[in-house]
């Protein structure tokens, strides 16, 4: 059974930095794709970030490129995003998820999302 556990959400002000963390187990797939995406209120749920395990390949929204990292650990087991430039409407409930190949950023692609953490970004 897959599970995604995301941590490391919070609240900061505009310009902080922020990184998420998500821990995976149970994927039995040698090659998989993961991303990071949010929702925030009253607002359809989009993606931020995924990356591919085979060779690395990373994806970024514009609204993010520059300010994101999306990262795995040498193990794989744990899936990072690092959020610097923080604005405001980066404020989202924001969630990891997985699935096989091929890797996009359409939400609709993933079948395994962890529970969210929230992250709150203040002007």
């Known amino acids: 059974q897959v599970q995604l556990v995301e941590s490391g959400g919070g609240s900061v002000q505009a310009g902080g930095s922020l990184r998420l963390s998500c821990a995976a187990s149970?994927?039995?797939?040698?090659?998989?794709?993961m991303g990071w995406f949010r929702q925030a209120p009253g607002k359809e749920r989009e993606g931020v970030a995924n990356i591919y395990s085979r060779d690395g390949t990373t994806y970024y929204a514009d609204s993010v490129k520059g300010r994101f990292t999306i990262s795995q650990d040498n193990a794989k087991t744990t899936l990072y995003l690092q959020m610097n430039s923080l604005k405001p409407e980066d404020t989202a409930m924001y969630y990891c998820?997985?699935?096989?190949?091929?890797?996009?950023?359409?939400?609709?692609?993933?079948?395994?999302w962890g529970q969210g953490t929230q992250v709150t970004v203040s002007s």
């Open positions: 998820a997985a699935d096989s190949p091929p890797c996009t950023i359409a939400t609709y692609k993933y079948n395994y």
């Open positions: 149970g994927y039995s797939h040698s090659t998989y794709c």
